[in-house]
């Protein structure tokens, strides 16, 4: 579960940072998105960071090279699949989890 969760909130935060994301896709179509540069002089070691805000109505452009794949279509399946795999990755540990005994019929009395 904790691996789904990691996975899951590390990639909305990469989508964010590289070309937006729909946060609240079913309630809202608004993209949060922001360009962050950091640049260091080296001569002085300074460091320069800048953070611009990219965010706009609607979501975000899908590539051409999937012309069949529609921009709502791409936010309903980067909400749908993490959801369904942390659901199956759930079913799984309760069924087969710590403290479950084998169903197997060699185990048996």
């Known amino acids: ?28 179509t608004h993209t949060v998105c922001y360009w962050v540069q950091i640049l260091v002089h080296t001569p002085t070691n300074t460091v320069y ?22 921009g709502t279509d791409a936010a309903t399946l980067a909400f749908v699949l993490p959801a369904g795999l942390a659901m199956a990755a759930w079913h799984a540990w309760r069924l087969w989890g710590p403290g479950r005994r084998s169903t197997r019929s060699d185990d048996a009395p």
């Open 1 to 28: 579960m904790a691996i789904a969760l990691v996975y899951l909130v590390s990639h909305l935060v990469m989508d964010t940072f590289t070309g937006g994301t729909v946060l609240f896709y079913p309630l809202s």
């Open 49 to 70: 960071p800048s953070v611009e805000d990219c965010s706009h109505p609607g979501v975000p452009q899908v590539a051409e090279v999937y012309p069949w794949l529609s």
